[in-house]
């Protein structure tokens, strides 16, 4: 794999940093800022809303820009977000740097996976995608546990501050290790757009935001649950959820791994899997040992799902897939919205802390039937040949670091 993903990871660890951080830091930021923990919350809800908006508008402002340039602006954006927020004065100001900070992660993590998918070869892509997601996984394992503590014993400024170097440290990696990646000579507003006119684009964006938001019911009310059911300290949850982030990394691995052999079996296989251990929870969560043990599960099923389905999206927007694979991180805001909702409603109705657990598994289950439907349609649509479309190849893209361009090879449909 090229150095070239490493720099990308950097920039995604920074980001999953700031993103996951900032829960844990409500508490420190409200004591600051004189305002309530509900109130701070908000700024979790800014950040989503700015990546909600900024990856379909970024991506389309930047489409004809070359793609290093814009990976290093979107880094550069990000980083600057964080020392505004970092530096606010007041809550009014930390709300609109927070919202200033999210615009960059949609429109980042797509132009970067269409990237590191054209950095590998053809039978490496969703590898490679996965490569660069890692900083996203590794973020929880490390770089969460260690902003929290150091943001809970030197105040959450200094926790923004070293996410503003590691950001800073991604831009510079970027500049130096990523090669030179030419706008596509179609890119264009028009031709980013015209590729939501295909169904299985809609159906693998839909997989997202219900399938995916069966993780985040279970992730938002975590802490309670292991806290209340299982009998976890407050600092022991710290490590429970760094087990998390090493499900996720290990996940993220074999998502992509699975992914170049076998996607649509792998994206059916993942969200069954998530709907069983978000199922099992509701069981385990009962006792310590196995409840850790769920945990991880829950991670890795979870997040093996990422870069099966962004390559999927990718496949299916492979004429114009940069827009397509921002707006993947978009489902993913809805889906944690969605989870995090429909989770608080069902503890709102009084069914106890594993309830939101057990909506999250009925999620994940609806996401497998989506994915398994959609799967058997695109069969479908393949094996008839008054529907199959003459094959042609794909647009030239760079090839690995230091290797001449290639041309990226065109995908079944029933791929």
């Not at 015209?194 to 009310?221: E, K, M, P």
């Not at 975590?222 to 982030?245: K, M, W």
């Not at 890795?300 to 940069?322: C, E, I, N, S, Y």
Request: net charge positive.
């Amino acid at each position: 794999m090229p150095l070239a993903l490493v720099a990308l990871a950097i920039t995604a660890f920074a980001i999953g940093t700031t993103e996951f951080a900032a829960m844990g830091l409500l508490p420190q930021v409200a004591d600051d800022l004189e305002v309530t923990i509900p109130q701070a919350g908000w700024l979790i809800s800014l950040y989503a809303v700015g990546v909600v908006i900024g990856a379909p508008l970024l991506t389309a402002a930047c489409a004809r820009l070359p793609r290093k340039a814009v990976l290093i602006g979107l880094a550069g954006l990000f980083t600057a977000g964080n020392l505004l927020c970092a530096l606010a004065p007041n809550f009014a100001l930390l709300a609109v740097a927070r919202l200033i900070t999210g615009l960059p992660h949609g429109a980042f993590f797509g132009a970067g996976a269409v990237a590191a998918a054209e950095l590998a070869a053809p039978h490496l892509r969703a590898r490679a995608v996965s490569v660069m997601f890692s900083g996203l996984t590794v973020a929880n394992i490390l770089g969460v546990p260690a902003a929290t503590l150091l943001g809970q014993h030197l105040g959450w400024r200094a926790a923004m501050l070293v996410v503003v170097a590691i950001g800073a440290l991604g831009v510079a990696a970027t500049a130096r290790l990523v090669p030179r990646l030419p706008a596509h000579p179609q890119a264009g507003l028009r031709t980013e757009l015209s590729t939501f006119r295909s169904g299985q684009l809609w159906a693998a964006l839909a997989t997202v935001v219900f399938g995916c938001a069966g993780l985040f019911s279970c992730y938002t009310y975590i802490t309670p649950t292991l806290t209340e059911v299982a009998g976890f300290g407050r600092g022991s949850v710290t490590l429970v959820l760094a087990l998390f982030g090493v499900g996720m990394t290990l996940g993220n691995a074999i998502g992509g791994y699975a992914a170049d052999r076998a996607l649509r079996p792998s994206i059916c296989a993942a969200f069954l899997l998530m709907a069983g251990a978000l199922a099992l929870f509701a069981l385990t969560a009962h006792a310590r040992w196995s409840a850790a043990l769920t945990v991880v599960l829950i991670g890795m099923f979870g997040f093996a799902t990422v870069p099966t389905v962004q390559t999927l999206v990718l496949q299916k927007a492979r004429k114009a897939p940069t827009l397509a694979s921002a707006t993947v991180q978009g489902a993913f805001n809805l889906a944690n919205a969605q989870g995090a909702y429909l989770g608080g409603v069902a503890l709102g109705a009084g069914l106890g802390w594993t309830s939101p657990t057990l909506v999250g598994a009925a999620l994940a289950a609806v996401g497998c039937v989506v994915a398994a439907v959609s799967w058997a349609v695109d069969r479908r649509g393949s094996a008839d040949p008054a529907a199959a479309a003459p094959t042609v190849a794909g647009p030239v893209v760079a090839g690995p670091a230091g290797a001449g361009p290639t041309v990226a090879e065109p995908v079944p449909a029933g791929a």
